[in-house]
């Protein structure tokens, strides 16, 4: 999820209020999901794909858990809007990491992976140090390249924790990852020129 809030700009309708950085049971939540992290590469990295499995899962379903609890009951903070994303991009980037060390995927998937989103907090970091602050929406490309590395890191851990072979699936999902990964640094970087070189409008 490449949501980067900027808090210099005003912040949209049905958004969460600026200020309200309050620790909400989503809020707790998402910080669990951040504590999480380090385990479930402990998991990797010592063998232990079981558990990281089931760690990854419970990990998903406690996404879905504080994304419903904060939109049906009204606790949407400013505080879960920079906590969420920073989880699931955490929790990502830390499995895929973990997975390239282990050999478990190629790494050169796992340096293109990485480099995308440094790519994108530079150009972000950037644009608020040259006074041309941006919030950078998720494109649809970038949503679908988040589904397909979550895609391929539950296919790989489910692979390794149960033993099966995942046969043409894992070429496929790691292309797919790949290339998506690809139209996403397109994406953004045409985006970040664009609102760089525009002359000032919305600024």
């Not at 644009?127 to 929406?137: A, E, F, G, N, V």
């Not at 033993?163 to 699936?169: N, Q, S």
Request: net charge positive; glycine share 6%.
């Amino acid at each position: 999820m490449d949501v980067i809030y900027c808090p210099t700009r005003p912040v949209p309708a049905g958004r969460p209020v600026p200020g309200q950085f309050r620790l909400s049971i989503p809020n707790l939540i998402t910080l669990a999901r951040i504590l999480c992290v380090p385990l479930v590469v402990w998991a990797i990295t010592a063998g232990e794909m079981m558990a990281a499995f089931i760690l990854f899962l419970a990990a998903g379903i406690s996404d879905a858990v504080d994304g419903f609890l904060a939109k049906r009951f009204n606790m949407a903070s400013e505080l879960g809007a920079y906590l969420d994303p920073l989880a699931d991009k955490a929790l990502i980037v830390s499995i895929y990491v973990a997975l390239g060390i282990t050999g478990a995927i190629p790494r050169w998937l796992v340096i293109l992976v990485v480099s995308r989103d440094i790519m994108i907090i530079g150009a972000v970091m950037l644009s608020w140090l040259i006074d041309r602050p941006m919030r950078m929406k998720p494109h649809p490309v970038s949503k679908a390249n988040t589904v397909a590395q979550i895609f391929l890191a539950c296919l790989v851990l489910a692979a390794l924790a149960f033993r099966f072979d995942p046969g043409m699936a894992f070429p496929a999902a790691i292309s797919a990852v790949a290339v998506l990964t690809l139209l996403s640094i397109a994406f953004y970087v045409a985006e970040w020129i664009r609102h760089v070189g525009s002359n000032g409008a919305g600024h």
